[in-house]
């Protein structure tokens, strides 16, 4: 790995140390009651907003641990050409942020019994057909 990103990274360490709002973004969860406001999402929304676009295909999202599966989405969902972190989930863990029961559920190694649950309803197709018509959609 080049010295960029170490400098990005060690960055990412000083924020979360600091743990001050900025334009950087840190975990956010405690203080504002919102349980998806993980640093990379943060970080990802005052990117957007920022930038004026939700796609962020010329950015780095550098962060301190590995990214959980929610913020692994937002990251793909935002179009980020790359992201660097320095700790392993596992280390999250140690720490009481331990996600593997999530990645368990998405892979299908672990169900959970009456999460998702499909109610079909046509009404829902007619939503999507009078989407799919729209003149002036933007899809993404």
Same mark, same amino acid.
Request: glycine share 4%; hydrophobic share 35%; net charge negative.
């Given at each position: ?42 970080? +990802? ?14 950015? +780095? ?44 559920? +998405? ?34």
């Amino acid at each position: 790995m080049g010295t960029e990103e170490e400098k990005f990274l060690l960055l990412a360490c000083e924020e979360a140390e600091k743990g001050v709002q900025s334009a950087v973004g840190h975990n956010e969860v405690l203080k504002t009651n919102d349980p998806t406001a993980h640093a990379e999402v943060t970080v +990802i929304r005052r990117a957007a907003a920022k930038l004026g676009t939700w796609q962020l295909s010329d950015c +780095i999202l550098y962060s301190s641990c590995k990214p959980c599966p929610m913020c692994f989405g937002a990251a793909l969902w935002s179009r980020v050409e790359k992201v660097y972190y320095c700790l392993e989930d596992c280390d999250a863990a140690e720490e009481g942020f331990d996600d593997s029961e999530f990645y368990d559920i +998405i892979t299908g190694r672990k169900k959970k019994e009456q999460f998702l649950c499909s109610v079909p309803l046509e009404r829902a197709k007619l939503a999507m057909k009078m989407w799919r018509q729209k003149p002036d959609k933007s899809p993404y």
